[in-house]
């Protein structure tokens, strides 16, 4: 098995020198080309429904599309103001005397502005990320050797499309300044395109990027008092919750099989995404943009009860999914250990995302609403 410093860099979980060492460096470029080493697999078997579950999906994904163009109230006025102060309870230094730091001298306008980076920052990682997964989801179409799945993943990339095209919209009509891809979430999705096993698209995209937006999206969804992004995250949430079921269905089938040393691999694996998708919530670019230094704000906040919850509560859905795909245990229970290290591991027996997609589904008259097909 692998350290640390071979799965993530570093020896220490925690630190934060290493972590700032990372920064986006390719921003000014308009491509990003990252290598794809994956066969892609033709299968003779046709027969659909042989995977019950992922056709029930599947089934479900063709009567459940919306129309992102059409069914969103873009006529809202956003205040953005407004949505600042919403997150003010993120940014939110609790009881921390600010006295002598970099803060000391801020006014309502700074802090303001910090609440409207926040949130043309989140979305941005939002979008880059659904163009991640618009990309894996068309991988696996190719990868994956089931027939059931190549036909689910083909409409999780429609629905990925939706996605990045409302994200982006509402970052260019409602918000006021787009942010780089942040360069944690850039290597995560650079080793989950790299790799050539179809399963590892999957357990790096639907079970750990897909698990994290959809509590991130949830929470969102919870907090902002915004119409036009609540009805959007709702939509979004709604295929989101079937992306990650996909996810555990197929890894459940296909790691029954898997050996000792097999499984060890997308331990670390998942391991080493869980890590960088915490370094990404360092949101060290929005430090930047406001004139300060990460390196001076980030201890400040790494102790701060709001948003070590905020953290933690990211992986709510991360980490019941690793335990139902036997993640956790495996191997005298290495990953359960290394979710012990990231404080998240109280998350374990909370419903898994494999059948609580139907919570998530549109309700008939939202779908009416929308246009589209209703289930028979
Ligand atoms: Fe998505
Ligand atoms: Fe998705």
Redesign the pocket.
């Known amino acids: 098995m692998s350290t640390n410093e071979e799965i993530i860099g570093r020896s220490e979980i925690n630190d934060l020198e290493a972590i700032l060492a990372v920064s986006a460096a390719d921003q000014h470029d308009s491509i990003r080309a990252v290598k794809d080493n994956a066969d892609a697999i033709f299968t003779w078997d046709y027969e659909k429904g042989s995977r019950p579950a992922l056709n029930k999906l599947y089934e479900k994904a063709k009567v459940s599309m919306w129309n992102g163009e059409t069914d969103l109230p873009w006529d809202t006025v956003v205040d953005q103001e407004q949505v600042a102060r919403d997150n003010m309870a993120l940014g939110s230094f609790g009881d921390i005397d600010l006295s002598h730091t970099p803060f000391a001298n801020w006014a309502d306008k700074e802090w303001m502005n910090l609440g409207m980076e926040f949130q043309n920052w989140s979305l941005s990682q939002f979008m880059h990320g ?1 163009q991640g ?1 618009l990309i894996c ?1 068309a991988k696996i179409v190719e990868t994956v050797p089931w027939i059931d799945a190549k036909y689910y993943a083909s409409t ?1 990339v429609m ?2 499309a939706r ?1 990045v095209e409302v994200f982006a919209k509402y970052l260019d009509t409602k918000l006021n300044g787009h942010y780089p891809l942040n360069a944690h979430l850039g290597m995560l999705l650079d080793d989950i395109i790299e790799d050539s096993r179809w399963d590892m698209t999957y357990l790096g ?2 079970i750990m990027v ?1 698990g994290l ?1 959809l509590a991130a999206f949830g929470f969102m969804h919870q907090m902002t008092t915004e119409p036009l992004l609540k009805k959007l995250l709702r939509y ?1 949430m709604s ?2 919750a ?3 079921a996909f996810g555990v269905l197929s890894l459940k089938e296909y790691y029954a099989d898997l050996s000792s040393a097999e499984l060890m691999e997308r331990q670390e694996f998942a391991f080493e995404a869980a890590v960088r998708m915490r370094d990404r919530f360092m949101q060290q670019e929005v430090w930047e943009r406001m004139g300060l230094k990460p390196k001076e704000v980030l201890p400040l906040l790494i102790d701060n009860p709001n948003r070590l919850l905020f953290q933690q509560m990211l992986f709510t859905k991360i980490v019941p999914n690793c335990k139902k795909l036997g993640l956790l245990d495996a191997n005298d229970k290495w990953l359960r250990h290394k979710f012990e290290d990231l404080g998240v591991i109280q998350f374990e027996d909370l419903s898994d995302t494999s059948d609580e997609y139907e919570a998530f589904a549109l309700g008939d008259q939202e779908l009416a609403a929308s246009g589209a097909s209703l289930a028979p």
């Open positions: 659904e997964a989801t999780q629905d990925e996605h995209m639907q897909e937006a979004v295929d989101e079937r992306h990650v």
